[in-house]
């Protein structure tokens, strides 16, 4: 267990929708990254937040947007959704920006 | 821009050392990762080495980093069924933004 918690585990949602992606980091860990896992893609980093601010933008959609809570949780939304979307989005955390950076479950979202 | 590349495949008897390669083209990469995931799992952290360092060793897992090559490899002794997952290899400057390779999936086979 790497001590940072995803929901849901799997959500399934129809085109045109939007949903929210939610992760804990481990106690401590100031900084949440999102990443983007599918079949074409292999894994992307999309965004990352340290403290609530946003601190590193990689391949997001302008669909999607990210934001971290003063408990340090981070919100994923994915909204207008489409096919191609349907991913695995990890979440993983880190104490600040060196050494190790440990990954959530993810969220496997299926778009029909 | 950045790339990490990764063989596809590899399989090993039960018993046998595995060595996965990786190649990886920033030559400002400070941090090396090697993540397993299991079917259906999430990505675990085996274990990372800083570009400063040659190699690294813990337990049954030897990182080999050739800076001038760019290549690192990954070495498991005594592999396990257990050890059957898909091994990434990722770079990147700090934690900020890490650049993951396509991912190599070992199979073991008794």
């Known amino acids: 267990d790497s001590g940072v918690t995803q929901t849901p585990k799997h959500l399934i949602t129809a085109t045109g929708q939007r949903v929210t992606l939610r992760c804990s980091p481990r106690?401590?860990?100031?900084?949440v990254y999102w990443y983007q896992q599918s079949l074409d893609q292999g894994l992307q980093f999309l965004i990352q937040?340290?403290?609530?601010?946003?601190?590193a933008k990689g391949n997001i959609l302008e669909r999607f947007s990210a934001q971290q809570f003063p408990d340090l949780h981070s919100e994923l939304n994915l909204s207008s959704l489409e096919l191609g979307d349907s991913a695995l989005y990890f979440c993983?955390?880190?104490?600040?920006?060196?050494?190790?950076?440990?990954f959530g479950q993810g969220t496997r979202l299926t778009v029909v | 821009g950045e790339d990490v590349e990764q063989s596809l495949f590899l399989s090993v008897r039960e018993g046998d050392s595995s060595v996965i390669n990786c190649t990886y083209t920033d030559s400002s990469s400070t941090y090396l990762y090697w993540y397993k995931q299991e079917p259906g799992a999430g990505l675990q952290l085996l274990t990372y080495?800083?570009?400063?360092?040659d190699m690294k060793q813990d337990q049954r897992l030897t990182v080999l980093l050739n800076k001038k090559d760019k290549h690192l490899s990954l070495r498991i002794a005594d592999t396990q069924t257990g050890d059957s997952a898909i091994y990434f290899c990722a770079e990147g400057q700090n934690t900020d933004k890490l650049i993951f390779g396509t991912g190599t999936r070992l199979q073991v086979f008794p």
């Open positions: 937040y340290y403290n609530g601010e946003e601190r």
């Open positions: 080495i800083f570009s400063n360092m």
């Open positions: 993983a955390s880190s104490e600040d920006r060196e050494g190790e950076a440990f």
């Open positions: 106690s401590g860990d100031l900084s």
